[in-house]
């Protein structure tokens, strides 16, 4: 079945570490995004990427790293530079700019920064 | 992107159609009206999208109307496994950018 990999589910790691989180998609999707989500929120923009080796920042992309090396991967690293890392994160693809294309979103990784 | 207002929460009964609106006052001419849903600690799954006309799928009903400024998603049978947070989301042909406010808790009750 076609979709949206993101691994791990949970993860748990201490203050000033850097952590990678992944997301692998076989959707043949051009574009790519990442996600945050906080408790009783909605989802806000990282960082996302229209085609391999090329990538935009978004809403809040201080504290955060991307590459698209390949057109089904786009990892994401949240840096020691990130004040309030603990979030869920959710990775998400589609067809690029037609309108007309939805989103498609992985389970999520829940990170917590100790 | 224009900005779209949903109320914070809403309650239905099983078997019955859940109906959820959604403000987008300020929606341009070139700019779809897309539904999302989230159940607890997944990702958003798409529900139905539209620019002008009303549509529908397996999933749901989706009804704007004619000034654009509105619209409703219509669950026809509500069931338990649809208690979701309900987003409602518009976005420009070409943008990248989907902007999610904080949506519709929708609870159905049996």
Redesign the interface.
């Known amino acids: 079945d076609g979709g ?1 990999t ?1 691994s791990p589910k949970y993860l748990f790691r201490k203050e000033g570490q850097n952590v990678t989180l992944s997301c692998e998609q076989n959707l043949n999707h051009d ?1 790519m ?1 990442w ?1 945050r989500q906080d408790p ?6 990282i960082y ?1 990427s ?1 085609i391999v080796n090329d990538f ?1 920042k ?1 809403d809040i992309a201080e504290g955060y790293s991307v590459s698209r090396e390949k057109k089904e991967s786009f990892p994401l690293t949240v840096t020691s530079a990130q004040k309030n890392p603990t979030a ?1 994160y ?1 990775c ?1 693809s589609n067809g690029g ?4 294309s ?7 990784t ?1 990170l917590t920064v100790t | 992107d224009a900005k779209t207002t949903q109320p914070p929460s809403m309650d239905c009964a099983e078997g019955r159609a859940a109906n959820l609106p959604c403000n987008h006052s300020t929606i341009s001419g ?1 700019e ?1 009206v ?1 539904w ?1 849903r989230q159940i607890h ?6 529900i139905i ?1 539209g620019l002008k006309n009303n549509e529908t799928n397996e999933m749901a009903s989706l009804i704007i109307t004619e000034d654009r400024k509105s619209s409703t998603l219509i669950l026809p049978h509500a069931t338990l496994r649809d208690t979701a947070v309900y ?1 409602c989301i518009v ?13 519709t808790r929708l609870t159905i009750n049996p």
Do not use: C, D, E, T
Not at chain 1, 102 to 108: E, I, Q, R
Not at chain 2, 41 to 46: E, F, I, L, T, V
Not at chain 2, 97 to 103: A, N, T
């Open positions: 949206i993101q574009a995004y996600y009783g929120q909605g989802l806000r923009l996302y229209q935009q978004g869920f959710l998400a700019g037609r309108a007309y939805p989103l498609h979103f992985g389970n999520g829940r | 070139n779809y897309y999302y600690s997944q990702g958003p799954q798409y999208h987003y976005r420009a042909q070409g943008a990248q950018k989907l902007v999610f406010g904080q949506g």
